[in-house]
């Protein structure tokens, strides 16, 4: 559950103040709800397989380019 000070927290203004930091918060939040149906785990079922993402498909996931998801993650 998502708290009313989410973006008022030490941790989300510490990534907000990073180049390109609204990007990742934006990105961080927009993985947590994806995860949401999944039990907090961000995966996607093909047929009958759970299949994690990768940065390539995160990035299409978020409409974030690959630079931006690589360098949130690294």
């Known amino acids: ?3 009313m000070d989410f973006f008022d927290s ?3 203004q ?3 103040s990073l180049e390109n930091g609204r990007e990742y918060a934006y990105i961080y939040l927009l993985l ?3 995860s ?3 039990e907090g785990y961000l995966t996607r079922l093909v047929g009958d397989q759970t299949i994690p993402y990768d940065v390539q498909s ?3 996931l978020t409409r974030a380019s690959i630079d931006t998801m690589r360098s949130a993650f690294y």
């Open 32 to 34: 947590l709800v994806k």
């Open 14 to 16: 510490y990534i907000e």
């Open 10 to 12: 030490d941790a989300i």
């Open 36 to 38: 949401a149906s999944r």
């Open 58 to 60: 995160l990035a299409f």
């Open 1 to 3: 559950k998502l708290g």
